[in-house]
């Protein structure tokens, strides 16, 4: 994989076409027109990849934002602890109620 993303020219698709391929199985290429980026070439293995750390991240955001308003729910109707040890003593009190 590269460091450096992998830009070619449209006409490098013609010139070129093994090594595009080649990179394009492991990675994102890009291809420009007229200097400018116009398109981008990648396997379906990589497109798959893609797609699936899109979702993952979205996901994430999903569960982290629904943590935070949960924590600010709970910490706006009182529960919450002042001190690490009020903290201590509610997981004691909890897990003994379960045992």
């Not at 200097?35 to 070439?41: D, I, L, Q």
């Not at 990648?42 to 924590?71: F, N």
């Amino acid at each position: 994989m590269h460091i450096m993303p992998a830009i070619y020219p449209s006409t490098a698709l013609k010139n070129q076409q093994r090594e595009i391929k080649s990179i394009a199985d492991a990675e994102i290429v890009y291809i420009t027109e007229n200097g400018r980026g116009k398109y981008v070439f990648m396997s379906e293995d990589v497109l798959q990849k893609q797609i699936d750390e899109a979702v993952e991240e979205a996901l994430y955001e999903q569960r982290l934002g629904d943590a935070l308003r949960e924590s600010r729910a709970d910490f706006e109707a009182g529960r919450y602890y002042s001190s690490r040890e009020d903290l201590i003593k509610a997981v004691a009190s909890k897990r003994s109620a379960h045992d």
